[in-house]
């Protein structure tokens, strides 16, 4: 999904998937999945669709 909405909006980054239940307290997420850019927590607990994804990452451009 993350993937998908980044090659539509033209931005090219490395996408890390964090699968080890011990990091995500150190991001303070009891929910995942989350998406982390940067230190930000920008979806946490639930899958957006791809338009929110768009959204969510147009805005960080």
Do not use: C, W
Request: proline content about 7%.
């Amino acid at each position: 999904m993350v993937n998908s909405a980044l090659r539509k909006l033209n931005i090219n980054h490395k996408l890390e998937i964090i699968g080890n239940p011990n990091l995500f307290s150190d991001y303070k997420v009891s929910n995942p999945p989350a998406l982390i850019i940067n230190g930000e927590i920008l979806v946490k607990g639930y899958i957006p669709t791809q338009e929110e994804m768009i959204k969510i990452l147009s805005n960080k451009k």
